[in-house]
């Protein structure tokens, strides 16, 4: 399919050039060089067709570079020493995104690596003979959600976690990341996302979470790590994400969130930016790409009614921007380097823009008074297969995936299945 492409969709400053706005300038120039080979010669100044057909995903190259990055990094990556599960995650999960099998030597070295890192008050630290810390904790249960078997969900000491997380809990709501440690939505969204999962919500957990999320929306409409700070993407994916767990989304100025987040989209580029006045970045494809699929769902708006973001632009950004033809991998932006996090995330927001996954207005769940209500609600995520839209060749697509988790969706299932088999910790939120 072909779409319209112009120069007059490029950022206009008024005739006041800043740094931010010179910066600005030069991105759409390196990505109007990309996009000028799709459309006919000598009509791009005034609009040209651009053709999206022949744009392809990569995929044996990125699953490379990233098979490559599990089998060891150079020191220059030490830096990331208290980040050693979210490499794990960031691994599996692209691989599962494309399609690509976890093999069993794979699994098990990711499994006896990740357990390294359970720590025996309950949580997973960042690395070994570290605190145990919620952001290592997710991205510690997610990969183990990738590795799936039950082996993986019995190793993970669901009473030691449930008391850990509530050594992290604090009086508004919020939860401090590790002990001693900042608090903001990321730690909410961790939390949630654990507890969910693992069946140990309890009303005591969830108490005021609601409540301190919706201060931290912010006169723009987007949400910040915490009250009175700018929106970000990020933090208002972590936010949207963990009110619907609870089903409370309805706390939220829904309209004005609808108002931010359509600002995000980049005119020219097709991707996202973060915050206002800031350069598109590819991990935003899920960032904010994943939040408008949660804000479908909270809108009560239908397939038919589509999603409030132009799905083909961000694939053709992605697509044609942020992958990295010549060693595999996606970026940030063109002139940058590719790295596992804008792998993972541009993979999920890529995700995201080709499927349809929500749920029917109609037979939705929105009773919150059981422990029970958690898996039907997030369960009810579905592919609605008509919906689907892929930009250039067929063999582009990709697994669909879960907006609020950021896995797909049957790794969830199992996981979902496993533990809520079990014994909830309480019968009741």
């Not at 779409?3 to 030069?26: G, I, P």
């Not at 098990?108 to 025996?120: E, G, H, N, S």
Request: contains cysteine.
């Amino acid at each position: 399919m072909s779409y319209l492409f112009s120069y007059d969709y490029r950022y206009d400053d008024n005739a006041y050039d800043t740094e931010t706005s010179n910066k600005q300038v030069d991105v759409e120039d390196s990505i109007g060089q990309i996009y000028v080979k799709y459309i006919e010669p000598g009509t791009a100044q005034h609009g040209g067709i651009f053709d999206d057909t022949s744009l392809r995903l990569h995929r044996t190259k990125h699953e490379q570079f990233v098979r490559d990055a599990m089998h060891g990094l150079s020191s220059g990556f030490s830096v990331l020493d208290a980040s050693q599960p979210w490499l794990a995650f960031w691994s599996l999960n692209s691989l599962d995104i494309m399609g690509r099998t976890i093999d069993s030597a794979t699994r098990t070295r990711a499994l006896q690596t990740v357990l390294r890192f359970q720590d025996p008050r309950g949580g997973f630290c960042g690395g070994q003979h570290q605190l145990p810390h919620l952001a290592g904790t997710y991205a510690s249960v997610m990969a183990l959600v990738l590795v799936g078997g039950d082996d993986a969900f019995a190793s993970i000491n669901r009473e030691r976690m449930y008391e850990w997380l509530m050594t992290m809990k604090r009086e508004d709501g919020a939860f401090a990341v590790h002990e001693g440690g900042e608090v903001d939505v990321r730690g909410v969204y961790c939390v949630l996302v654990v507890a969910s999962l693992l069946n140990i919500m309890t009303a005591e957990l969830v108490s005021g979470v609601a409540e301190f999320v919706a201060r931290c929306q912010t006169c723009e409409g987007g949400l910040g790590p915490y009250p009175g700070v700018e929106a970000h993407g990020g933090y208002t994916l972590c936010a949207l994400a963990a009110l619907e767990i609870i089903g409370s989304t309805h706390v939220l100025d829904l309209k004005r969130l609808a108002r931010w987040m359509s600002a995000r989209q980049m005119a020219f580029e097709g991707g996202f930016s973060g915050r206002t006045n800031k350069l598109v970045d590819g991990c935003y494809s899920y960032w904010v790409g994943g939040a408008f699929s949660i804000l479908q769902r909270a809108l009560s708006r239908t397939p038919q009614d589509d999603l409030l973001y132009e799905r083909r632009a961000l694939q053709r950004y992605v697509l044609a921007c942020c992958q990295d033809t010549r060693i595999g991998g996606l970026r940030d932006k063109p002139g940058k380097s590719a790295d596992l996090y804008h792998t993972m995330y541009g993979l999920l927001g890529l995700s995201l823009a080709q499927h349809y996954v929500g749920v029917d207005p109609q037979t939705r769940i929105s009773d919150t008074t059981s422990v029970y209500s958690v898996p039907a609600r997030m369960m009810q995520w579905d592919v609605v297969t008509s919906a689907a839209d892929v930009v250039g060749v067929s063999s582009n697509v990709v697994k669909p995936v879960h907006p609020v988790y950021g896995v797909s969706l049957v790794p969830l299932a199992k996981c979902i299945k496993y533990f809520y088999a079990l014994p909830p910790l309480a019968l009741s939120l």
